[in-house]
């Protein structure tokens, strides 16, 4: 851009469409993680029945939001399909990158079901992706210090 003086101008769009992709596709994947944020400090003083029945409670608040996310975008992108809506150096319609939104939304509710599947019924112990294992450090410094 700056040692020729010109600059692709289809090159911002398009990174900036790809950057939407990803941060909803990247929310998706959080989803499965059980890594989105929550506010469960005050859960702590219930005993586990509670927290968990709490827990579905917003789960089940969080898929009905995604429904109507969902459905909304739908709606948009009917409405752009029917007046298009060009985007204005690829000129693509803007339908399709909209489409991220029930994809995403989609994807994010079926991962919230699999988590509570696995959580509730399976048993399976979901550990929080922010949380480090001491031991597990210790040995990774012990191992990286005898290289």
């Not at 939304?105 to 959580?119: E, N, S």
Request: hydrophobic letters at 55%; one cysteine or more; aromatic letters at 16%.
């Amino acid at each position: 851009r700056v040692c020729f003086d010109y600059v692709i101008p289809w090159s911002e769009e398009i990174s900036r469409f790809a950057f939407v992709w990803f941060v909803f596709f990247g929310a998706a994947y959080a989803a499965r993680l059980a890594a989105h944020n929550r506010v469960t400090i005050q859960f702590k003083l219930f005993p586990s029945i509670v927290q968990d029945v709490a827990i579905i409670i917003t789960d089940l608040i969080w898929i009905v939001f995604n429904l109507v996310l969902i459905k909304k975008s739908i709606e948009v992108i009917q409405d752009l399909t029917e007046f298009p809506y060009m985007s204005p150096a690829l000129e693509w319609s803007m339908a399709y990158v909209y489409w991220i939104f029930p994809i995403s939304f989609g994807l994010m509710t079926i991962r919230i079901i699999q988590v509570d599947v696995m959580k509730y019924i399976f048993k399976v112990d979901i550990k929080d992706v922010d949380s480090v294992d001491l031991e597990e450090a210790k040995q990774s410094v012990v191992v990286a210090d005898k290289a």
